[in-house]
Nanobody
């Protein structure tokens, strides 16, 4: 098992940046591929970004070129750097961990953090 805690959310102006962190504990962090998802009120949870066991990254089309995810296995932490934020990026952002499966599917992720709110003002 692994426990995940997100941090770094907040209120930012349109065009600004935020960096989210996801701190993991409980098991060997490097065994997990990590994903970022977000959920706006009344909307389904959607894929944002993922990073696999060896650092390959994947992004939703809606954030490609603006967001970047990275991992520091020594710190058991995954990051999501969000640049050029838009009001439509407003959501609760979740990190998640998987040991196998498809990077963009929530069903592949067995462990989830509690989420951190990101609000982008226009």
């Amino acid at each position: 098992q692994v426990q995940l805690v997100e941090s770094g959310g907040g209120l930012v102006q349109s065009g600004g940046s935020l960096r989210l962190s996801c701190a993991a504990s409980g098991r060997t962090f490097s065994n997990y591929a990590m994903g970022w998802f977000r959920q706006a009120p009344g909307k389904e949870r959607e894929f944002v970004a993922a990073i696999n066991w060896v650092g390959a990254t994947y992004y939703a089309d809606s954030v490609k070129g603006r967001f970047a995810t990275s991992r520091d296995n020594a710190k058991n932490t995954v990051y999501l750097l969000m640049n050029t934020l838009k009001p439509e990026d407003t959501a609760v952002y979740y990190c998640a961990a998987r040991e196998s499966g498809t990077y963009c599917s929530p069903l592949s992720y067995a462990y989830w953090g509690q989420g951190t709110q990101v609000t982008v003002s226009s």
